[in-house]
């Protein structure tokens, strides 16, 4: 089975732009959570969809958006990027929604802001 | 959300036993304690949890104490592909698939 792919590995952007980052999870898997992580702050989360429905949030600012489609893929958005959002943004899916489900990795995708 | 306390790092042998810590004193009933791995230039990857006994996997074990309150992570013959930045998670039913990791412990296995 093909593990989690986000495209694309890695992204250069200026202060201002918006930036779409994809991810699609493992075949049959219907969860999807994204990560944020940088040097000073570790991982941090970001959002979780589940069927289509964002079931929860992490503590960031509006700017950072996200969806998932009927195939369980899903993208973030960042609008108005800032430098500090040079960060690697990593997806996460599972099968479920479930409390015992392990949560497959992708590699990520580093962005830069400049 | 349930916070835990790791050491920032630890530094072991290979193919030694590694025992890494983690302390969890504000734990409930109903929260899992999932351990994840960060190898470099990688995203993490699941390593082993448990609710109450202890859990034995191909990667590890897990033994977790009879108050709940502590854990401890055991690889049982360490490599050098197990160094890593070892997270310990809780995690509850209510927003059960997000994952709030900590600092994690960094490990480093000497050869």
């Known amino acids: 089975k093909a593990g989690v792919t986000q495209t694309p590995r890695y992204l250069i952007k200026t202060r201002g732009q918006q930036v779409t980052l994809s991810c699609s999870p493992i075949?049959?898997?219907?969860?999807v959570s994204w990560y944020q992580q940088t040097p000073g702050q570790g991982l941090q989360f970001l959002f979780e969809?589940?069927?289509?429905?964002?079931?929860n949030k992490g503590n960031f600012p509006g700017r950072f958006s996200g969806r998932q489609f009927s195939n369980s893929r899903s993208e973030m958005n960042v609008s108005t990027l800032e430098l500090g959002d040079s960060a690697l943004y990593l997806c996460?899916?599972?099968?479920?929604?479930?409390?015992?489900?392990?949560?497959?990795f992708g590699p990520g995708t580093r962005l830069t802001v400049l | 959300d349930a916070k835990t306390t790791q050491p920032n790092s630890m530094e072991s042998n290979e193919e030694e036993p590694v025992h890494l810590p983690c302390n969890h004193s504000?734990?409930?009933?109903?929260?899992?304690i999932h351990w994840y791995r960060q190898l470099p230039s990688q995203g993490p990857e699941y390593v082993i949890h448990?609710?109450?006994s202890n859990v034995n996997n191909r990667m590890a074990s897990l033994a977790i104490a009879e108050d709940r309150k502590s854990s401890t992570l055991i690889l049982h013959r360490a490599t050098l592909r197990d160094a890593a930045v070892y997270y310990c998670?809780?995690?509850?039913?209510?927003?059960?698939?997000?994952?709030?990791f900590g600092q994690g412990t960094r490990l480093t296995i000497n050869p």
């Open positions: 504000t734990i409930s009933g109903t929260d899992y």
């Open positions: 996460a899916s599972s099968p479920q929604a479930d409390i015992t489900d392990t949560q497959y």
């Open positions: 969809y589940f069927s289509e429905t964002q079931r």
């Open positions: 448990g609710l109450t």
């Open positions: 075949s049959g898997h219907r969860s």
């Open positions: 998670i809780l995690r509850r039913v209510q927003g059960a698939q997000k994952l709030v």
